[in-house]
């Protein structure tokens, strides 16, 4: 009996510092990336581009994204996911200095190829890993893990703000962050579990990661999703201002509210998903959702509008997380691949939404090309029993029997 309580025991703190270490990754991924983001600018004048020669460049980072996301899928499931955390972390936290070196457009290119690879290869690779962490405890802990992605993205925002408003040269800037998140990638990583847990046998053991059907229904609801978060990501403050003729300031209001409320969802979503299961929170997350997008859409009052981003927000910022948990628990052999695949095809989302309202922009007002997001997510909630699988919690129930 005294065995198999300090076995128990071991578990529970193993599953504590991998947790904490997950959290942590994750924290330095969104600290890493809003660093870039909000240099971009200064990056665009030391190089002297223009805005549509940096629209070019950032495909080239998709496209960079895109790569990193589908080898590493498969890497991780022949090395280990932890493995793979590691080397793209700190890979990507190297890449940061790349811009901030670059004085060339063929500099700046390469670079951001780089820096979009690893960030791709980190985003698949963290969120297997995180999908085997999950196993060991009693309850999701997913969307925890994704909440942590934004608030390091907010940190990341305010440092750079900061730096920028002192007027600390670029390199020193990134450079320093650079250091900072290679550091706490290498401070977690002897903490992440260093091999999958045991997965149910008859979910879809034999894909081997390939594009079964259960893999492209899943990538399809990603898809839709994260093409909703890139619309408002990128149009709902332009919404705002064009719809209402407010100001700038009063238009950012929009993706503040979207932003805080994606936020908010994220740490609630695992106690509603453990409660109530995943299907609910992405079926009712949707709804909520579609909700918020009516209002959006039929609103002539600043506060009602924001209400509506807000609960935009909140509708959506739970159901990826349950869509990558699902991806994470279909097979035996190759959980990354699946994982790489589901999370490729929802990327490609998030860069088609805005694409496709600027598209639509031209022939009808932004207000109108909202009613995108509000099919998207009205479809997210009738097809929200394709992230029903066996839980990963009876999963590893199973495993220690």
Known sequence: MRVVVDKSAQIQVRARRARAAVCGVFAANGFLFAIWVVHIPTIERRTDISHSTLGSLLLILAAGAIVGMQTSGPLSDRFGSNRLVTIAGILLASALIGPALS???????????????????????????????????????????????????????????????????????????????????????????????????????????????????????????????????????????????TSDGTAALAFGFFATMMTVGRFCADRISGRFGPVAVVRYGNLIAAAGMVLVLVSDWLPLTLAGWAAFGLGLSGSVPQIFTSAGNLGTSAAATNMSRVVGMGYVGLLAGPAIIGWMSHFVSLTVAMAVPLTLTVIAALAAGTVRSRSTHEVCRSAQR
């Open 103 to 245: 004085n060339h457009v063929i500099a700046l290119g390469v670079s951001l190829f780089f820096f979009g690879m690893f960030n791709g290869a980190l985003d698949v690779s963290m969120n297997s890993q995180a999908v085997d962490v999950e196993r060991l405890y009693p309850r999701p802990i997913m969307s925890t893990f994704h909440a942590l992605f934004s608030i390091g993205g907010v940190l990341g925002s305010l440092i750079g703000a900061i730096t920028l408003s002192a007027d600390v040269p670029i390199t020193v800037a990134m450079g320093s962050a650079a250091v900072l998140g290679a550091s706490v990638i290498a401070l977690c990583s002897r903490f992440l579990l260093s091999g999958s847990q045991e997965q149910a046998d008859g979910e879809e053991s034999a894909a081997h990661g390939h594009f079964s059907p259960r893999v492209l229904a899943l990538g399809a609801l990603a898809f839709a999703l994260l093409l909703s978060e890139g619309v408002a990501n990128d149009w709902s403050t332009l919404q705002v201002k064009e719809h209402l003729g």
